[in-house]
Structures are given as structure tokens and as C-alpha cells.
């Protein structure tokens, strides 16, 4: 399930929709979080706990994936988000991380 921002409204009152699908909290779903390797793959899936811990988001991990070249590693989880709100806190703090490409 991947966040489309041109169809996705995280105003409050507006029902969100992610790929034209309402979402209603609580709301489970894999995230896929690509990242570049120039830190080591365990700081990278660190830096993703943290956030689901601060959050208070419940995960469990699947795997990780890297690129043919070696340039790129992704890392599945399945994530339950319980409102709007924490779903907004969780893609803000996800555009902080530097080496993080996207996040579907």
C-alpha cells in the first residue's frame, strides 16, 4: 500500500485515502522503506524502530532486499498505525532520515 500525496488528505475531516481506497484506523499494512547503503543495514532498520517505538506503532519485520549493485537496500515491515494523526507523525519523521529514498 504506498502513500500517492496528490491522492492522500491528512486534514483533519477529509477521509484518507490511499490508492482510492478510504483507510479506517486502526489500519495494518507493509511498509517498504528504501534506503541508500551508506550506513549499515542494521542502523538503517534502527532508525525505523525508533520511529515505530516512538510512535507507538506496533511492527513486525519481514526482510530486506538489495539492489543488484549494491546501491540501494530495502526493508519490508508490517506496520498498524492507530489514527490519522500517528500516520502523518510517521511519514514526517520518515522524510527526515537523509540516506531514506521513499517509503511506500
Known amino acids: 500500500m504506498g502513500i500517492d ?12 485515502r490511499i490508492n482510492g481506497e478510504e483507510l479506517h484506523f ?20 534502527n532508525r525505523l524502530v525508533r520511529i515505530f517505538d516512538h510512535l507507538k506503532i506496533g511492527y513486525l519485520y519481514y526482510n530486506a532486499n538489495r539492489s543488484s549493485k549494491g546501491n540501494y537496500v530495502s526493508f519490508t515491515y508490517e506496520i498498524t498505525v492507530g489514527d490519522r494523526p500517528t500516520l502523518q507523525r ?4 520518515l522524510n527526515e532520515i537523509d540516506n531514506l529514498k521513499f517509503a511506500l
Open 90 to 93: 510517521l511519514y514526517d519523521r
Open 26 to 45: 486502526p489500519v495494518t499494512f507493509r511498509l517498504k522503506a528504501v534506503f541508500t547503503t551508506v550506513l549499515s543495514d542494521r542502523e538503517n532498520k
Open 5 to 16: 500525496k496528490k491522492n492522500t488528505s491528512f486534514a483533519d475531516g477529509a477521509p484518507m
